[in-house]
């Protein structure tokens, strides 16, 4: 757990700068995700703050040897998964991994023209129209259905979705980060996009 005050993000420490940024900025934009990222892997939002709390501290004692040979958001999230991952050990309550096992379902099956049809890999059931916000209040609730959706989604997928989808990480330094081949990053994030749709669709017609 992160105690010294003045080692803490916002605090006076945090004039640092990583990569050329300064750490109240990283702080600002990739605290929340972190947070979000860590939930993933531990058992409960007090231990995903202790963790990217601990991430923030190797930020700050490692800020110096960060060379760019990839995105400070990659080096970032790569802390974190660490962290994560010590803070489950140390609980004894390694949480089971999902597979992409072979006879998975495809999320997105029956809902696309298959291959040799004339219009192979378009929408065959399009999606609902009402994804399409006309104020500000549908915009709203649609951001809430995003929420909880991605909540829905395997630990994995929800990883992923965060790396690529709201961080924007490179595909490659996501694999990298989850440790996947550049396949099945690919398989993963697909099924998880397909499930992320499906789950949104379901809370809009409840």
Not at 52 to 66: H, T
Not at 74 to 94: C, D, M, P, Y
Request: with cysteine; aromatic share 4%; hydrophobic share 40%.
């Amino acid at each position: 757990m992160v105690t010294p005050a003045a080692k803490r993000p916002g605090g006076p420490e945090s004039g640092h700068l990583v990569g050329g940024i300064p750490l109240a900025t990283l702080v600002r934009d990739y605290h929340r995700p972190m947070v979000n990222f860590a939930c993933t892997m531990v058992h409960s939002p007090a231990l995903a703050e202790e963790a990217v709390q601990e991430a923030w501290v190797q930020v700050l004692q490692s800020s110096g040897s960060f060379e760019g040979r990839s995105s400070v958001a990659t080096w970032l999230f790569g802390i974190v998964k660490n962290t994560a991952s010590r803070h489950r050990r140390r609980e004894s309550r390694i949480r089971d991994h999902e597979v992409l096992a072979a006879d998975d379902a495809d999320p997105l099956s029956g809902r696309m023209h298959p291959t040799g049809h004339p219009d192979a890999g378009h929408w065959r059931l399009p999606p609902s129209r009402r994804f399409l916000p006309e104020d500000q209040t549908v915009g709203r609730e649609l951001v809430e259905c995003v929420r909880a959706a991605l909540d829905a989604l395997p630990a994995r997928q929800r990883r992923l979705v965060i790396l690529r989808d709201l961080v924007g990480t490179p595909a490659e330094e996501a694999a990298e980060i989850l440790e996947l081949s550049a396949e099945a990053q690919r398989a993963l994030l697909y099924r998880a996009r397909g499930n992320l749709r499906n789950e949104l669709e379901k809370r809009y017609q409840r």
